[in-house]
């Protein structure tokens, strides 16, 4: 046996040779960006209001989601306008969320911040997000609010989880921080729930660096989410209600404004995505084809009725039975050896995090609320358990090659399974 046949766990040659990072993102800036920037500098380093490239963002933001939702407010970051979404639905203390069991821990986060309580209920398999018969089977007495994430750029079954929440009266919040771009039946996501909330942190498709948007169609939560987080000129230009307005000089007390700095790199962001989205899902179909014929992977399905808009990494699942019940883990060990840039998604079940399971608000020491058990069984189990993140590529025709290695790597795996196996079984390990 050559080398080049040989697995590079075993000292084989490496089926990748291309140096890693294999995703480089954010890409650099173009020269326009950075002459903006740089002409911002000498104008406002501090935007008090929403003129300049802030009003910009936001206005263009809303055309992004084509005219679906009324009103635009950024924040510092994703997770501080799901703050101000989280109370302006009206979550504090006696208030249940219902969010899924599989996501990032800041999409529900903020909800113990205002001395709410989280429960966690399970994916759909085929979606990786709230799954709307487990989001009925979730709910107590005291649920207000549902969190709806679109995990990993896949839309959730928003028929029927509008359908639950319309019975019981439910507001909804959708984090769309993955999903940029993506469509359920023809229509934005982010136009569907009461709030919507888009991260523009430096990994996401459209990227300030670090910040957030908050959309709504709501009056109501467009003028306590902007209290919330800013205070003077926006409030006092902003706020629609007259009650509210009165707070204008102090706001709610925080502030938690997007630069204008970010908001330039957004905007170059937002205006790059058509492309961008284009050529990733050239990329990322032309992967899921080569994979087709790896049988110990289940490629991303997506629904014919979604449109996926920017992906947010390559995600299949791992069959540990059809390569001998080697341990993800190896897997991942021997893909690397091979030159992969591969690993474990970095999000596992939030009920393993203490900040969910245990019984206690560590905000608010002597604070109790449910926590939360590990679900055994549960569709995210499974996910967490067997899901691989590939990189979301992004150069076509470019990164064609490397996507036909990273092929060529998983199938070499599948050929030496026998030698993975017993690799996996060695007194070594």
Not at 276 to 303: F, I, M, N, S, W
């Amino acid at each position: 046996m050559t080398t080049a046949d040989r697995l590079a766990l075993l000292g084989g040659a490496p089926a990748i040779e291309q140096p890693l990072p294999h995703e480089v993102w954010p890409p650099p800036a173009d020269e326009a960006e950075l002459t903006e920037l740089a002409a911002q500098r000498n104008t406002d380093i501090s935007i008090k209001g929403n003129s300049g490239p802030i009003g910009r963002l936001e206005s263009d933001f809303l055309a992004f989601l084509d005219g679906g939702a009324r009103f635009a407010v950024t924040f510092n970051s994703g997770t501080s306008a799901l703050l101000a979404a989280y109370f302006a639905l009206g979550v504090r203390e006696g208030v249940d969320v219902v969010g899924p069991a599989l996501t990032y821990h800041a999409a529900l986060s903020p909800v113990f911040a205002l001395r709410g309580d989280v429960v966690l209920a399970d994916i759909d398999p085929g979606t990786r997000g709230l799954d709307p018969r487990a989001l009925h089977a979730a709910l107590t007495e005291d649920t207000k609010v549902v969190t709806v994430v679109h995990q990993w750029g896949h839309p959730c079954d928003m028929d029927g989880i509008l359908r639950v929440a319309e019975q019981y009266g439910l507001r909804v919040l959708e984090d769309c921080s993955h999903a940029h771009g993506s469509r359920y039946k023809g229509r934005p996501v982010g136009t569907f729930g009461d709030a919507a909330v888009f991260s523009l942190q430096a990994n996401k498709a459209v990227y300030a660096g670090e910040g957030g948007i908050l959309v709504t169609n709501d009056p109501g939560v467009h003028d306590r989410a902007t209290l919330l987080g800013h205070y003077r000129d926006r409030s006092r230009d902003a706020v629609l209600d007259e009650d509210l307005r009165a707070h204008w000089v102090t706001g709610f007390g925080l502030k938690l404004r997007m630069s204008p700095f970010n908001a330039i790199v957004a905007r170059h962001a937002l205006a790059a995505f058509p492309a961008r989205k284009e050529a990733r899902h050239r990329c990322l179909r032309h992967l899921g084809e080569l994979l087709a014929d790896v049988t110990y992977l289940e490629p991303v399905q997506v629904a014919g009725h979604v449109d996926m808009g920017a992906w947010y990494g390559y995600k299949p699942l791992y069959r540990p039975e059809a390569l001998g019940g080697v341990p993800r883990s190896v897997l991942i060990e021997a893909l690397r050896a091979e030159g992969m840039e591969v690993g474990a998604p970095s999000g596992p079940r939030l009920s393993t995090l203490p900040l969910y399971a245990r019984p206690e608000n560590p905000l608010f020491p002597g604070t109790p609320k449910k926590g939360i058990a590990p679900e055994a069984g549960s569709h995210a189990e499974h996910v967490e358990r067997h899901a691989l993140s590939l990189p979301t590529f992004t150069d076509w025709p470019g990164d064609r090659t490397l996507i036909g290695r990273y092929a060529g790597a998983f199938r070499k795996i599948g050929r030496h399974r026998e030698a993975l196996v017993r690799y996996a079984a060695g007194p070594a390990r």
